[in-house]
């Protein structure tokens, strides 16, 4: 796991120095006498001896913090008197009688390698401690061995999570049977509490140099090979040049996208980095039409405009070996997204340009100042607010579909959800619906999104998924929340707040129909959390994404030559050690593509790597399939094919427009495959985009005649338990409406205890 390193704490940043030290220096070790105490062959390694009288005894990081009241003093003296005083406040009867005897005579010390050193020296065995004694010790241990801060400096010292364990119930072990009293007093003062953590961790430490040396040693060699720290570095030729970094910095719907543009378009080269495909093709439709040349670049697609020194890609593809005189990065609050996130912390230390617009919300800031400051690169932050404020209707939709108006935008999260809703609102009312979610693609949801801007037709309403919050230009008048729960992949849980208002936020774009936003739910018992979400300040983002070079995994993988892909994948990230301002990006999605990749013989760890990588629904067993099949041809040397026939014309069910969908993924992957190998393994490049594109227009006819009820790609298995239930939420009531009989948001906030909506029925508010 990610794990935040020797941020906080200058004695752990200490301990690893010395730790390094200690491993680095094995026939110094090995030479000496044995059995010699552990804890005079670290300091004989680190020059601390009687021998060596000018240094220090102890070397300094030793000090707990929480008991050395001047950093002057040392071990051999006796302990502050302000040590006992703290251990008296809190302590009883006997400790302070304990503390008037210390000032008399000399307090034992509490210095953690004085007390490692008494510990060595007693004998096993020595304490006798009560039964209720030992039991709040053990407690004590038990909260050493779980905390995160423990497991975080443990790792830094090379012991990863997994030995972790057993290195602390040994350790556990070894203080137990003999504990000084005085420690012991101490440590029930104490309790099992963060002080308690770091007054343990140093003689922990210690305790592991002594007995696990040979473990740490492998352990360390293991870490140094998967070490994601400084991740700056990696770029030395962006590091070499003087950056300078604008921070468009506001809300949805405030003019940051278009400002950053401006400058690229004025340069004379520029990069634009977008999160989604959608946004890179409208940002080169855009950009073209203004008459500067531009190309784009997809995992998907290349068009390549001659003498164009302008390009739009998403965000993974950008290069950080081209130089350029302007980069958009847009969306850079992804920076923070769980799975994708490495992309933007790339792009952001690695794209050599000599200005660097960033477009995104606040939430990101300070940890750009941070970077900022490591990278040494100018930082100018533009704050920006919504031309229009944002609206909140206090009324709701009542749970009924007949107060749907034209420019609305329905949000429902799941695409059954977006089905059903699509089918009441054509039923019961006048308008036509168009659909947009993440499934479509984006040429699809681009003629979707057209449909509903356009003025001139009957769909007057957008029915979408989340997938609407970012990238569309949309002429939306109010969005409206079906619900505010989302399926996770377990089970359903509240839609994050910062999500919440970058989909509210569609609303009233500026130059649109509707230049003024307004939101609400579809029932009342959601409203509340709305507004909750809405009125929420945006949430520092403490730690980023970051994911490995290649070059990277194949340092790492060359110390486990018969692991599996996937076990080399666990590997790394257990043993992988990170800034404290960095997290390792998971993919949960290709652990499974691994897996079933795994009996493919022949690939290279690059190549199994890129097909893991491709763009794959892991829940569509045909998609798997192909992607299978697209791996076997390959490893055979075999022109990979594609192996599936055009549909014959636009679906008539739900089943057919999942097999379009699905269909039209498969071709995806397949002409991102193309651009990650080389050209003649995946030939049929231009007839997978004939293909794509004759699918993106049936999707789009299909669409507009949609009428039928959903279907779940995972038929036969268990659905989660709001898909089980929204057959009931539709129930009519009244012949010609529809209502929803429960608000889940309301289920997940039990803590909320006042009546739904009575203070927000008065009237709307502005956020
Ligand atoms: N100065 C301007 N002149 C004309 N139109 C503008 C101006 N600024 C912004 N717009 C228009 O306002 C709309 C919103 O702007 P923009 O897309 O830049 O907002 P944003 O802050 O990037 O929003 P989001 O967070 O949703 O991406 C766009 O349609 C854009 O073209
Ligand atoms: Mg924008």
């Not at 420019?407 to 977006?418: M, P, Q, W, Y």
């Not at 699918?695 to 298995?717: F, H, V």
Request: glycine fraction near 4%.
């Amino acid at each position: 796991m990610a794990a935040s390193l020797l941020r906080s704490h200058s004695s752990s940043r200490l301990a690893l120095s010395r730790v390094r030290a200690f491993l680095s220096s094995l026939p110094l070790l090995h030479s000496l006498p044995d059995p010699h105490p552990p804890i005079l062959r670290s300091q004989l390694e680190l020059g601390f001896s009687p021998q060596n009288p000018s240094l220090p005894p102890f070397p300094p990081w030793t000090k707990p913090r929480f008991f050395c009241s001047s950093s002057s003093s040392t071990a051999a003296e006796p302990a502050p008197a302000q040590d006992a005083d703290s251990s008296t406040a809190a302590g009883d009867e006997a400790t302070s009688e304990e503390a008037t005897a210390s000032e008399e005579s000399a307090a034992p010390s509490l210095e953690p390698l004085d007390v490692y050193r008494e510990l060595r020296r007693a004998d096993k065995g020595s304490t006798k401690l009560k039964r209720s004694e030992c039991d709040s010790l053990v407690k004590v241990f038990r909260g050493f061995a779980k905390s995160p801060w423990v497991s975080d400096q443990a790792l830094a010292v090379y012991i990863p999570a997994s030995f972790l364990p057993h290195v602390c119930r040994r350790f556990r072990e070894f203080f137990l049977r003999r504990c000084p009293p005085h420690v012991f007093r101490h440590l029930s003062t104490l309790g099992p509490s963060p002080e308690a953590d770091r007054f343990l961790f140093p003689i922990f430490v210690e305790f592991c140099l002594a007995e696990f040396p040979d473990e740490m040693r492998q352990f360390r060699t293991l870490m140094d090979s998967a070490d994601l720290t400084k991740p700056h570095t990696w770029f030395p030729f962006a590091r070499a040049m003087k950056r300078r970094i604008v921070y468009h910095c506001g809300p949805t719907n405030s003019g940051k996208t278009y400002n950053a543009l401006q400058r690229f378009m004025e340069a004379g080269s520029g990069v634009y980095c977008s999160p989604l495909r959608l946004l890179a093709m409208e940002v080169f439709d855009k950009v073209n039409s203004l008459g500067v040349y531009c190309s784009l670049h997809t995992g998907q697609e290349k068009k390549s405009v001659p003498f164009s020194n302008h390009v739009a890609c998403t965000i993974e593809m950008v290069s950080t070996e081209q130089l350029y005189d302007v980069a958009v990065i847009d969306e850079i609050q992804m920076m923070a997204d769980p799975t994708r996130g490495y992309a933007w912390t790339r792009a952001l230390l690695g794209l050599k340009a000599d200005e660097i617009h960033l477009c995104g919300d606040p939430s990101v800031l300070k940890i750009v100042k941070k970077i900022c400051r490591d990278t040494g690169d100018e930082l100018e932050v533009n704050h920006y607010e919504r031309f229009k404020p944002l609206v909140v209707e206090a009324k709701t939709l009542l749970g009924n579909f007949k107060n749907v108006r034209s420019g609305d935008c329905i949000v429902a999260f799941s695409r059954r959800e977006i089905f059903e809703v699509k089918l009441a609102i054509e039923k019961f009312t006048k308008h036509k619906c168009c659909v947009i979610y993440g499934a479509l693609p984006p040429e699809t949801r681009r003629q979707q999104a057209s449909l509903f801007n356009d003025q001139d037709n009957e769909y007057d309403v957008l029915v979408a998924s989340d997938a609407v919050g970012m990238g569309l230009n949309l002429n939306i008048r109010r969005v409206v929340f079906y619900s505010l729960s989302k399926y996770n992949g377990d089970k359903m849980v509240p839609v994050a707040p910062s999500q919440v208002k970058q989909i509210a936020g569609r609303a009233g774009r500026r130059g649109s129909a509707y230049p003024d936003g307004l939101t609400t739910t579809f029932l009342l018992d959601d409203l509340d959390y709305l507004i909750e979400c809405l009125q929420q300040p945006f949430q520092e983002v403490t730690k980023i994404g970051l994911f490995p070079f290649f070059e990277q995994v194949e340092l790492f993988a060359a110390q486990f030559p018969n692991a599996t892909f996937c076990e080399l994948l666990d590997k790394f990230r257990e043993n992988c050690r990170l800034d404290g301002n960095y997290f390792l990006c998971r993919n949960d999605g290709v652990n499974k593509v691994a897996n079933m990749l795994e009996k493919v013989q022949g690939l290279s760890l690059e190549e199994r790597l890129n097909f893991c990588f491709a763009p794959v629904n892991i829940r569509d067993p045909k998609a798997m399939y192909h992607l299978l099949r697209f791996a076997m041809h390959y490893s055979q040397n075999r022109p990979v094919g594609i192996a599936m026939g055009m549909p014959k014309g636009s679906a008539r069910n739900d089943a057919e427009l999942l097999d379009l969908e699905t269909k039209h993924q498969v071709l995806s992957m397949y002409l991102w495959l193309s651009h990650h190998f080389k050209e003649d393994t995946f030939p049929y490049v231009q007839k997978a985009e004939i293909m794509a594109t004759n699918i993106a227009d049936l999707l789009g006819q299909s669409l507009a005649k949609a009428c039928w009820k959903p279907e779940s790609r995972s038929q036969g298995k268990p659905r989660p338990i709001e898909e089980e239930n929204s057959q009931d939420k539709l129930k009519p009531v009244a012949k010609e409406s529809y209502e929803r009989p429960r608000s889940l948001i309301k289920a997940h906030k039990t803590k909320r205890q006042e009546q739904p909506g009575q203070h927000h029925l008065a009237g709307n508010f502005v956020v």
